[in-house]
């Protein structure tokens, strides 16, 4: 059998890029979690380069965008996540592993600092409360989550909507109950039959 010179410095090299767009991949995930911890997000434009994100420049460039958006990190080492957003990917193969690996840490260090307040199991069977414009307020409850759709909020009327844990923080009432002042909305329900007696 014949081989041709190079061959496997090819296929070392295809197995390199995929293991290079495989890391990008899986830190893209990492950084959608953590920014969905966000009280506001990083903005559709970031979310649209999440989802094409390939290489370690497009990581870095996003986690400095992340990191900026964190208080709690006071902005962090910035510059060398600037330099590496801004060099071209070819130029890192030599440094692949050392720069992975303070990507990596620098994750982490995102991850500790916008931790989730409660994990989504223990908010299932929670009320949270919804104006639709027009419509009223409605009561709702979660009743599923799901770490790609997020959460299910059933309606009493039926209805059902999937929303991130963003956006489910601004539906859910205050945790000092206070009472109804006059001059807002009462709630919108629908009317409700009650089931015929039973004859005996």
């Known amino acids: 059998k014949m081989q041709v010179p190079g061959a496997p410095l090819r296929k ?25 911890r ?17 290489d370690l420049n497009c990581v870095a460039k996003l986690l400095l965008t992340l990191q900026k958006k964190c208080a709690a990190l006071g902005g962090g080492e910035a510059a060398w ?7 071209p990917p070819g130029a890192l193969d030599e440094q ?10 620098r994750l982490d260090e995102l991850d500790r600092a916008v931790p989730s307040a409660r994990k989504p199991a223990d908010m299932l069977g929670e009320v949270v409360l919804k104006r639709f414009e027009g419509h009223g307020t409605f009561i709702g409850t979660i009743i599923e989550y799901d770490e790609h759709t997020g959460f299910r909020l059933q309606y009493d009327d039926g ?7 963003r956006d489910l923080r601004a539906l859910m009432p205050p945790l000092s109950s206070s009472p109804q002042k006059a001059d807002t909305e009462p709630l ?11 004859p005996q």
């Open 188 to 198: 919108a329900t629908k009317p409700r039959v009650e089931p015929a007696a039973k």
């Open 159 to 165: 209805d059902t909507e999937d929303v991130s844990l």
């Open 81 to 87: 996540l600037e330099e590496l957003s801004m060099t």
């Open 38 to 54: 966000l009280d506001s997000g990083c903005g559709t434009d970031w979310l649209a380069e999440l989802d094409s994100c390939e």
């Open 12 to 36: 070392l090299a295809s197995q390199n890029a995929n293991f290079k767009k495989a890391f990008a991949r899986g830190c893209a995930d990492r950084l959608h979690a953590i920014e969905g």
């Open 96 to 105: 692949q592993a050392e720069i992975s690996r303070r990507l990596m840490h």
